[in-house]
């Protein structure tokens, strides 16, 4: 018979991957959007492309799922019910901005939650300040640095392709945009992908099923997470794809590619540069590429109202989720 215990632990898993599978429609749009938008690709090749190329993505590395398991949490605090209530105030919220066709961050919701949840058990002073305090600027910084990155690119871009028809740059970048949105996919898996990693192995630590040093997830968690999130994406997310693939800016194939590279950059270097492998959101950086795009342009043509709005996703996300997350460890902690 399972003990109470075991019994948690099934329900970490579960939640983990709900959220994995939720994370993988919510996010779908942050790798297709914009060859979806330009018809570089069609709605059902771009998935079948995201959905295989998440898979093989979230195989690739262990580095973030590291940092999620040690540095936001000290791992002996981080029960299941913790680590239960910040997947369901995670859950809850990708739901939310998903139906209302919110780009938010999948990443600050994790993040959030987890916060959330272990100051409603045991107060402030369980958060690790040093490895939280690096993963909430790469949060902030890494759409930034899309943005910049972005508009070099596409400078770069009109600058050798300026003397070209347009007609002849767009046929060519449709292309184009086969390659780098598969890249980028390939890219949201190995870091997104890696969240839930990191939070099955918190729980696996905290039920004595794995020893407190070895911070890395087993095979079985890397492949039933990698599953879970290929497996969303499948299902598609295309109200977030209609606000990112054109209310931010109109993309042509040109622009689409330069910013599906710039975000592929990014988010590669926070996963596998030595010395970083820092969870960032892909949705943010996604959003900031296309902006540095458009402003590459001119600044007027990015819908900067739309941009705002989702400005203010972003920001409410994390305390949102902090109090969410707090209100369901109140609340299992009454009944388990």
């Not at 990443?107 to 107060?123: D, E, K, L, Y």
Request: with cysteine.
């Amino acid at each position: 018979m399972i003990n109470t215990t075991g019994m948690m632990l099934v329900v970490v898993v579960f939640c983990a991957l709900a959220f994995d599978y939720i994370n993988g429609f919510h996010d779908t749009a942050n790798a297709i959007a914009t060859s979806v938008s330009t018809r570089a690709l069609t709605p059902k090749r771009a998935v079948v492309l995201a959905s295989a190329l998440n898979l093989f993505g979230a195989l690739y590395s262990t580095g973030v799922a590291q940092t999620i398991a040690k540095d936001i949490v000290s791992p002996k605090f981080a029960t299941q019910e913790v680590v239960i209530a910040a997947l369901l105030s995670a859950i809850a919220w990708n739901l939310i901005t998903w139906y209302k066709g919110i780009p938010s961050s999948s990443s600050h919701a994790i993040v959030g939650g987890m916060v959330g949840a272990a100051v409603a058990r045991a107060g402030f002073a369980v958060l690790q300040w040093q490895g939280l305090g690096k993963i909430v600027a790469a949060l902030i910084f890494s759409p930034i640095v899309g943005m910049i990155l972005g508009f070099i690119i596409m400078k770069s871009l009109t600058y050798s392709f300026g003397r070209f028809a347009p007609s002849r740059v767009n046929h060519g970048f449709k292309k184009m945009q086969i390659f780098s949105a598969g890249l980028l996919a390939f890219n949201h898996g190995s870091n997104d992908a890696q969240k839930s990693m990191g939070i099955i192995t918190m729980s696996l630590i905290a039920a004595g099923l794995q020893a407190q040093t070895v911070l890395a997830p087993p095979l079985w968690v890397k492949l039933a997470c990698a599953l879970a999130m290929s497996l969303g994406t499948a299902a598609g997310g295309w109200k977030i794809i209609h606000t990112m693939g054109g209310k931010i800016f109109k993309l042509e194939p040109i622009n689409g590619f330069a910013a599906d590279l710039s975000s592929s950059i990014v988010i590669w270097s926070a996963t596998v540069f030595p010395g970083l492998h820092l969870p960032v959101s892909t949705t943010h950086v996604v959003s900031g590429s296309i902006m540095g795009v458009g402003s590459a342009k001119r600044v007027s043509a990015v819908r900067w109202g739309v941009a705002q709005q989702m400005l203010v996703a972003w920001v409410v996300t994390i305390p949102t989720t902090s109090l969410l997350a707090a209100l369901f460890y109140t609340v299992l902690s009454k009944f388990i």
